[in-house]
């Protein structure tokens, strides 16, 4: 193959083309760079808003998915294969988490895993909008949530929605627009929140 820059937004195909026949290391690191954002927020959500957990579980997805790269057939997404690593990863994660909390009480009783929201090591630019907005966020069923998030911090269209979640292109629109109806009643006498950007206008 040709000479392979980092520089370049080369498309997933090329990527694995070159991780399998080329410069396996440069194209490791370009995947990795390419799908960061999305692996790591859709981390975050999953963890609780836990930071070092969404980063040590980014960190093992990548590690999974650079490993069975060299298999992937195409038969969906590259997106929707990092989605359901992700999950994955987070859902073994959290089990583990619970295990270990029970060894933690000297006198052997279970104790309870403490939710990581707002915890000091947990900075963000705006720390008091992220911890109220994902508790929030966490009060909507599941499918609204994940549609949402989605839809709204990932930037998906609702093409790639609906291959990840299995759910038709209008039910997506439906589960987007209920969501938005209802963080709207929670939000809209806050001045925290400006509606306008979830494409909510404000009575």
Known sequence: MGTFSLALPYDDTVLIEEYINGNREIAATQFVRKHQR?????????????HDDADDAAQEVFIRALKALPSFK????I???????????????????????????ED????????????????????????????ILETLPDKQRETFCLRY??????????EILGTSIGGLKANYF??????????????????????YANE
């Open 38 to 50: 999305f692996v790591y927020s859709l981390a975050l959500r999953q963890l609780n808003n836990a």
């Open 74 to 77: 195409g038969e969906s997404s």
């Open 79 to 105: 997106t929707t294969w990092l989605y359901r690593i992700t999950v994955n990863v987070c859902s073994t994660m959290r089990r583990k988490k619970k295990f270990l909390a029970w060894f933690k009480n």
């Open 108 to 135: 052997g009783e279970e104790m309870e895993v403490e939710s990581d929201i707002a915890t000091p090591e947990r900075q963000m630019m705006d720390k008091d909008f992220s911890d109220k907005f994902y508790q």
């Open 153 to 162: 911090f990932d930037e998906l269209s609702y093409e790639e929605i609906s």
């Open 178 to 199: 209920q969501a938005i109806q209802k963080l709207a009643k929670i939000l809209k006498n806050s001045n925290m929140f400006d509606l306008r950007e979830f494409g």
